[in-house]
Every structure is written in C-alpha cells, then in structure tokens.
C-alpha cells in the first residue's frame, strides 16, 4: 500500500525557514523521481521542484530557485525540502509525490491517487 506522509510544515516569519520530511512506503522509493508540489485554496496543485532517482540533478521552479533545496535519502525512504528566505507567497499546503513525468507515464500512478495529506505552511508576520 502507498503511503506518502508530509510533516514539518507550521507558521515561520518572513525570511525564515523550514525542512519539510515526506516518508514513502509502500512502492519502490529509491527507482522513482519525487517532487514536492503546493497548493492554495482555489488554485491548482503545482510542482516545486523534483529529483531525479538517484538524487544526483534536481530541478526548480523559478519562483524557489536559490531559496529551497530538494533533497532525498533512498535508505530512509524520504524525501526533503529545505526552504530558505520565505515570502508570504509561500504560503500553501505542501505535498510529495512522484514527478510529473511518472505521474503521467507510469500506468500506477497514471491510474491511481496516492496523495498524502500535505503538510500547512504559512509564512506571516
């Protein structure tokens, strides 16, 4: 059974920061490519940034670049996001999945809905 389970959102200052945790189980963690996604209320859910398997290249979203860090270790099987210098813009539900591209071109995932609960992050003064 897949489980993705996000924790270590929570209220931060601007300019402040914070380490987001996902643990996958489940599936085999350590072959896939995973992102991290957000979403606010009314909006659709958008990648962030993602990683490649091995953890060897990773890729950002403008809005991020130079302030988050997408990180993963394969013999814990869980997935991290270091977020540096917030913007209240940040503010959203985070979450952790496979990256786009499994999402839609492998048939488990294509098929299937395994999203986590997300984890609340809030940057406000």
């Known amino acids: 059974q897949v489980q993705l389970v996000e924790s270590g959102g929570g209220l931060v200052q601007p300019g402040g920061s914070l380490t987001l945790s996902c643990s996958a189980s489940g599936f085999g963690f350590s072959g896939l490519g995973m992102a991290w996604y957000r979403q606010v209320p009314g909006k659709q859910r958008d990648v962030v940034a993602h990683i490649t398997a091995d953890g060897g290249h990773s890729t950002y979203v403008v809005p991020v670049r130079g302030r988050f860090n997408i990180s993963r270790d394969n013999e814990k099987n869980t997935l991290y996001l270091q977020m540096n210098s917030l913007k209240p813009e940040d503010t959203a539900i985070y979450y952790c999945?496979?990256?786009?591209?499994?999402?839609?071109?492998?048939?488990?995932?294509?098929?299937?809905?395994?999203w986590g609960q997300g984890t609340q992050v809030t940057v406000s003064s």
């Open positions: 999945y496979v990256d786009p591209v499994t999402r839609w071109t492998n048939q488990q995932w294509r098929e299937s809905n395994f």
